[in-house]
């Protein structure tokens, strides 16, 4: 059976939810036209979406009476960010975080920690 340290998983859980909200920040910024630097490194760009969705007051309805009252889904436009082409540097340096993460005792996280602390 497979053990699960609770404090390393209440560690990533947090910093899961804290890149989440930075990287929102940062795709809401790049659909606001922030210049991207290091654009050799990834391919990062701004796509333009489509979806159609019912009006609320059609939603009420459609479960039963969409295709008896021929109720049309409206279209909305939307932008989402897109990267591909990442330097494979990004994705070990990932790897090597979450592995020393993972295989480590208390005490290096502790230094980890305190490391990445002092330079924020």
Do not use: P, W
Not at 31 to 57: L, Q
Not at 103 to 119: F, G, M, Q
Request: with cysteine.
């Amino acid at each position: 059976m497979k053990m699960v340290n609770a404090k390393l998983f209440a560690i990533k859980y947090k910093l899961l939810q804290m890149l989440t909200k930075s990287l929102d920040s940062d795709k809401d910024a790049i659909k606001e036209g922030a210049k991207i630097t290091f654009n050799d490194f990834a391919n990062i760009k701004v796509v333009e979406c489509t979806k159609k969705s019912y009006t609320k007051e059609a939603q009420a309805m459609l479960d039963k009476y969409a295709k008896e009252n021929g109720l049309e889904k409206v279209e909305t436009k939307y932008l989402r960010v897109e990267i591909d082409h990442i330097d494979t540097i990004a994705e070990e340096t990932a790897n090597k975080i979450l592995l020393e993460l993972e295989d480590s005792n208390d005490k290096l996280i502790k230094r980890v920690a305190s490391k990445v602390a002092s330079k924020g």
